[in-house]
């Protein structure tokens, strides 16, 4: 029956024309689905980015204000409410905050942006060994221009820069490199230890290489780790004596214990001599574990090479290569010892000092002075290790370093680094900043920074000393095109809006009343006002701070070239608002040109019109050009545009207007030679010039408009092409020609079948009264007349051959489309990495201001001078040990957690403090206040809970050597067992012992089980994993991982997160946890 169908459709001489219409009609259709498609989401990606960069700058202002707490240039009294501040700033379009000199400021930036070397030279002109002015600058250049390289060639920039200015200092240096890199004063160090420590792939690296091994170091415990004898006396008799009572437990015991615990396990010893005695094996013991701890860290340490950044491999590689030619021996060996130390002790040693600084632990994990100590002294000791060829070692290290059997790693490494051949990746590197290739990585499209960012910016580079530098000098140029102090033409900005902060309003109004009151009575108050008289000193609430903005970023095709930079070194800069005479007080008008020429002044005055005019004056007053905040100025500006209109009519409707009769007549050179610069930056098409140039008279004929020797070439086939591919894409009902004349139609040819179909479809538009696309027919029809019957069938054939094209074009947006949708995942992540730094900012930062708060009296002797927050912990301290009931200790700590937030909270400027930061600081005094009684609270019964932990640890030990997925006691489904023995779930169960609060612990469990959650949804089909399938597994991986003191972690957990846990996930997970620990106990 189908077949009948198409044998009797094949037949009509009209299909091919249906066929036709509706093919293209279905690319219309098409097109336009895709064509929205993709501005949308050329549009999503857009806001995606300036969403990511605006946060990227508010994540390096945190960590700008972090540092400045540390430094103690910020008191730690507004921290609070700015980084609230910070917070909530949105970046504007950079026009609404600079104005008029967006184009300039562009200019500059790119030119800054495309040469590194000229910013290294810029950066080496400026240092003046002066830290709070290095890091102010550094941090403007991180995040301001290379958006703290976020995208590739932004990161790539950067190593640029850091490299160039290494070189320039380090060869200045001389024989004194590693005297420079060591006291980080210099610009060059300042920069590269700001590189290293903010870059996410450096972090990576550095989490790659440390984290087990200093992870194992805090699972140590309270145990000192000191090979110097002479500083540990007092540290090794107190270990000493742990080591001695407990010789009978495989010689030593590595359990939480505190120092108060060893200093009351001495004063019971009844013979002093035992520790004397016993005191040259227990040394053997610390040597024998610091050479275990010092191997492991070097062996992961070079394991974890192939994951080093690119870009620092290149940047050590280039400052060996290029500066061992050029110094002498000496200097040559101080230069092979200076990269090792940029390596070791500028990077490596301090991520072990300092772990959580550099992300590779997590800021929950409490870190005790005792395992504190110990990574220093494995960090000082691996610094002697690859210095010992330069530097003797102290004679106390001479046997110990002797007994560390991977010594040899750190040469290896750096022969890796600087001689054997390059990575890939680092080749390619080499060869983009050499310039020998051309870079092909993703960068950004917008800069994003705030005013006193461009303020920082110009005042750097006028400081620049006079100089013969080219480069210097363009950058001076443009710079010096720019005001010397920026003021933002947004009246209000986040920081004078005080009605989006109704909660500020009200505690700045009881502020002002108690304020009022301590007046009267005469009485001192510390109060706000100091608080913002610091803050007004260290000018960190001032509005340009907060007024942020974003750029679009010229390419490098579009920048200016280094000659026209020159050029323009010699015209005159254009008027400064402060220079412009006020038509009020003069009888001439000044004249207001805008930076970027518009297309209505390179036209005579007799094609311009009003209307023109009028328009040209809004548009710059949206782009700000006009800077008018009067009606009398808006007015004034509209009285001199309408005045240019009618000097073409010769009437004048003032005195002050008869002298624009110049400018009528045509634009004037000199006003367009001080903008040429500007315009050139933007303006990819040359300017016309506005001379009118004689054009010889053309005396070829013109050709014809129809052209049956020339069909496809002239301008009439190509016109009805264009015609016949619009209408017919745009109708929407094809029309149904039913009648056949038989005769007729075997004599009618394509013109007048193609006729026909026209008129079909022009009687249905009509019908609908679809007039315009009635007309369009027409005129299709009209231009169809035109041609001969064959020039018909060879449109038709070139309709058919641009359906092709057409095929072509939708599958050329379809795969932009895609790479949209890549670029938008690519942000996404970025976004996320972002997003962790600011987290992990936050969290240091908190802890910071939290140790400040808590730890303020503890210093002095005298009780008086302890607030009331170190009072109530110290109390705490004392009673804690005295309260044996669970539910005792439990109420206590509750209360003076509720406590100590209310006082925290009367602090005027933790008003301004986020939720999470909030949290945060709840979770940091409870570490803090249950940190110096934790050996009684995990171990409320002494001895009897650490035997009973002893004792379930020793027993699944022995089960844990033969336990299997397959035994049948554990029952875990067969399909299961491919992912067997879970060692991610086993290494986060290994974290318990480290953490000490309760909710940490269980949230180290909750871990555990979502880890084994989601590798069981991963081998089944069902999405989340029922709770027959998750015991059978954690049952083994609690048997697997055999966690110290089980018993008593479930136990700490009941008793100081128990009313925590209600319901959720939290829940669900720690009833499948106790019921599996339940289930070993009943098996073993």
Same mark, same amino acid.
């Given at each position: 029956m189908v077949d009948k169908l198409e044998l009797i459709r094949s037949q009509d001489d009209y299909r091919p024309f249906y066929e036709l219409a509706a093919k293209i009609r279905n690319q219309k259709l098409l097109t336009d689905a895709e064509l929205n498609s993709l501005n949308r989401h050329k549009q999503e990606v857009q806001d995606s980015e300036i969403r990511l960069l605006t946060e990227a700058w508010r994540s390096s202002y945190w960590n700008y204000i972090c540092r400045q707490l540390k430094n103690q240039s910020l008191e730690p009294t507004i921290a609070c409410r700015l980084l609230k501040e910070v917070a909530e700033t949105e970046a504007l379009p950079a026009y609404k905050h600079v104005g008029h000199h967006f184009s300039t400021l562009d200019q500059l930036l790119t030119v800054l942006y495309e040469e590194p070397a000229s910013v290294a030279e810029l950066l080496n002109n400026i240092d003046q060994n002066d830290i709070a002015s290095s890091d102010a600058v550094i941090q403007m250049f991180f995040h301001f221009i290379y958006s703290s390289g976020l995208y590739p060639e932004d990161e790539l920039?950067?190593?640029?820069?850091?490299?160039?200015?290494?070189?320039?200092?380090?060869?200045?240096?001389?024989?004194?490199?590693?005297? =420079?890199?060591?006291?980080?004063?210099?610009?060059?160090?300042?920069?590269?230890?700001?590189?290293?420590?903010?870059?996410? &792939?450096? =972090?990576?690296?550095? !989490?790659?290489?440390?984290?087990?091994?200093?992870?194992?170091?805090?699972?140590?415990?309270?145990?000192?780790?000191?090979?110097?004898?002479?500083?540990?006396?007092?540290?090794?008799?107190?270990?000493?004596?742990?080591?001695?009572?407990?010789?009978?437990?495989?010689?030593?015991?590595?359990?939480?214990?505190?120092?108060?615990?060893?200093?009351?396990?001495?004063?019971?010893?009844? /013979?002093?001599?035992?520790?004397?005695?016993?005191? @040259?094996?227990?040394?053997?013991?610390?040597?024998?574990?610091?050479?275990?701890?010092?191997?492991?860290?070097?062996?992961?340490?070079?394991?974890?090479? &192939? =994951?080093?950044?690119?870009?620092?491999?290149?940047?050590?590689?280039?400052?060996?290569?290029?500066?061992?030619?050029?110094?002498? /021996?000496?200097?040559?060996?101080?230069?092979?010892?200076?990269?090792?130390?940029?390596?070791?002790?500028?990077?490596?040693?301090?991520?072990?000092?300092?772990?959580?600084?550099?992300?590779?632990?997590?800021?929950?994990?409490?870190?005790?002075?005792?395992?504190?100590?110990?990574?220093?002294?494995?960090?000082?000791?691996?610094?002697?290790?690859?210095?010992?060829?330069?530097?003797?070692?102290?004679?106390?290290?001479?046997?110990?370093?002797?007994?560390?059997?991977? *010594?040899?790693?750190? @040469?290896?490494?750096?022969?890796?680094?600087?001689?054997?051949?390059?990575? &890939?990746? $680092?080749?390619?590197?080499?060869?983009?900043?050499?310039?020998?290739?051309?870079?092909?990585?993703?960068?950004? *499209?917008?800069? $994003?920074?705030?005013?006193?960012?461009?303020?920082?910016?110009?005042?750097?580079?006028?400081?620049?000393? &006079?100089?013969? /530098?080219?480069?210097?000098?363009?950058?001076? !140029?443009?710079?010096?095109?720019?005001?010397?102090?920026?003021?933002? !033409? $947004?009246?209000?900005?986040?920081?004078?809006? !005080?009605?989006?902060? @109704?909660?500020?309003?009200?505690?700045?109004?009881?502020?002002r009343k108690v304020q009022h009151s301590f007046k009267r009575t005469g009485d001192s108050f510390n109060d706000i006002n100091e608080m913002t008289a610091k803050a007004i000193d260290s000018r960190a609430f001032e509005k340009e701070n907060f007024d942020v903005f974003y750029l679009e970023f010229s390419s490098s095709s579009t920048a200016a070239s280094p000659d026209l930079l020159l050029v323009e070194s010699n015209t005159p800069e254009p008027p400064s608002e402060e220079t412009t005479t006020n038509e009020t007080n003069s009888n001439e008008v000044p004249l207001e040109t805008p930076p970027e020429i518009p297309p209505e002044i390179n036209q005579s005055p007799g094609t311009r019109g009003g209307l023109a005019k009028l328009m040209s004056l809004g548009d710059r007053m949206k782009k700000g050009l006009t800077q008018s905040n009067t009606l009398s100025d808006i007015r004034g500006h509209l009285r001199r545009s309408g005045s240019l209109v009618k000097q073409q009519t010769g009437l004048t409707t003032s005195s002050s207007e008869q002298h624009l009769s110049e400018v009528a007549n045509g634009p004037r050179d000199d006003i367009l030679a001080k903008y040429a610069s500007i315009s050139s930056i933007k303006e990819q098409k040359p300017v016309l010039s506005t001379t009118l140039v004689s054009v010889p008279a053309v005396t070829n004929a013109p050709e014809p408009y129809y052209s049956s020797e020339n069909l496809t070439g002239c301008r009439a086939f190509q016109d009805t092409l264009r015609k016949m591919i619009t209408v017919l894409g745009n109708i929407s009902y094809l029309p149904r020609i039913g009648y056949r004349n038989e005769f007729r139609s075997t004599q009618m040819v394509k013109k007048e079948l193609l006729g026909l179909f026209i008129d079909g479809a022009l009687v249905e538009t009509e019908h609908r009264r679809d007039y315009g696309l009635a007309a369009q027919l027409r005129e299709v029809k009209r231009c169809i007349e035109l041609f001969e019957h064959n020039d018909v069938e060879i449109l038709l054939q070139h309709l058919k051959m641009n359906e092709a094209d057409q095929d072509k074009v939708v599958s050329e947006m379809r795969e932009e489309r895609a790479n949209l949708m890549r670029k938008s995942n690519d942000i996404s992540s970025l976004e996320q990495r972002v997003l962790l730094n600011r987290r992990l900012t936050e969290q240091i930062l908190v802890d910071f201001l939290m140790r400040n708060f808590l730890e303020t009296g503890f210093q002095t002797k005298n009780t008086s001078a302890k607030t009331e927050e170190v009072i109530a912990v110290m109390k705490f301290h004392e009673e804690f040990k005295h309260l044996e009931a669970h539910d005792e200790r439990a109420e206590f700590m509750k209360t003076l957690m509720v406590y100590l937030k209310e006082r925290l909270m009367q602090n005027i400027d933790w008003n301004f403090a986020t939720e999470s930061m909030l949290t945060r600081a709840m979770s940091t005094i409870e570490r803090y206040v249950i940190f110096s009684v934790y050996e009684s609270a995990f171990f409320p019964n002494r001895d009897v809970d650490v035997n009973r932990d002893r004792l379930l640890q020793k027993t699944i030990a022995k089960v844990s050597s033969n336990v299997t997925p397959v035994n049948d006691f554990l029952k875990i489904p067969e399909h299961l067992h491919g992912e067997a023995p879970w060692p991610s779930a086993q290494a986060e169960l290994h974290m318990l012992d480290v953490y000490v609060t309760a909710q940490d612990k269980l949230n180290c469990v909750v871990r555990c089980c979502d880890v084994i959650n989601n590798l069981v949804a991963l081998s089944s089909k069902n999405a989340v994993a029922s709770a027959d399938d998750l015991t059978p597994v954690l049952v083994f991986v609690i048997i697997k991982a055999n966690p110290r003191a089980l018993l008593s972690n479930l136990q700490f957990i009941e008793t100081f997160a128990g009313d925590r846990i209600e319901s959720g996930r939290d829940a669900y997970y720690w009833v499948n946890f106790k019921s599996a620990v339940e289930y070993i106990k009943t098996i073993l």
């Open positions: 920039k950067l190593a640029q820069v850091v490299c160039y200015l290494l070189k320039l200092q380090l060869l200045k240096s001389g024989e004194a490199m590693r005297t =420079m890199l060591r006291k980080e004063t210099s610009m060059s160090t300042r920069f590269y230890k700001h590189y290293v420590e903010l870059m996410h &792939p450096t =972090m990576v690296y550095l !989490t790659k290489a440390l984290r087990k091994s200093v992870l194992d170091v805090i699972q140590l415990g309270n145990f000192w780790l000191d090979i110097d004898v002479k500083q540990s006396h007092t540290n090794d008799s107190m270990s000493c004596t742990k080591f001695c009572v407990d010789s009978q437990e495989n010689m030593v015991d590595f359990w939480n214990t505190s120092f108060l615990t060893r200093f009351s396990t001495a004063r019971f010893l009844r /013979d002093p001599n035992q520790n004397k005695q016993r005191l @040259p094996e227990y040394r053997a013991l610390i040597v024998s574990k610091l050479v275990y701890f010092v191997d492991t860290f070097l062996e992961n340490i070079f394991d974890a090479l &192939p =994951m080093l950044p690119p870009n620092l491999n290149w940047i050590i590689r280039d400052i060996f290569l290029s500066l061992y030619e050029v110094v002498d /021996d000496v200097s040559a060996i101080e230069l092979s010892h200076a990269c090792k130390d940029m390596i070791i002790s500028n990077l490596i040693c301090p991520a072990i000092i300092s772990p959580q600084k550099f992300g590779v632990v997590d800021n929950d994990v409490r870190i005790g002075s005792i395992s504190n100590h110990n990574l220093v002294q494995i960090a000082m000791i691996i610094q002697m290790i690859s210095l010992r060829e330069f530097e003797t070692p102290p004679e106390e290290y001479v046997e110990f370093l002797s007994q560390c059997r991977n *010594t040899h790693l750190i @040469p290896e490494m750096m022969d890796a680094l600087l001689v054997e051949k390059l990575a &890939p990746d $680092v080749e390619i590197i080499s060869l983009i900043a050499s310039g020998s290739a051309e870079s092909d990585m993703e960068t950004k *499209t917008s800069f $994003v920074g705030s005013v006193a960012d461009v303020n920082l910016l110009t005042k750097t580079i006028r400081s620049i000393p &006079p100089t013969a /530098d080219p480069k210097l000098s363009r950058i001076l !140029t443009v710079c010096n095109k720019l005001p010397d102090n920026i003021v933002s !033409t $947004v009246q209000k900005s986040h920081a004078d809006n !005080t009605e989006a902060s @109704p909660k500020m309003s009200a505690l700045r109004n009881i502020h």
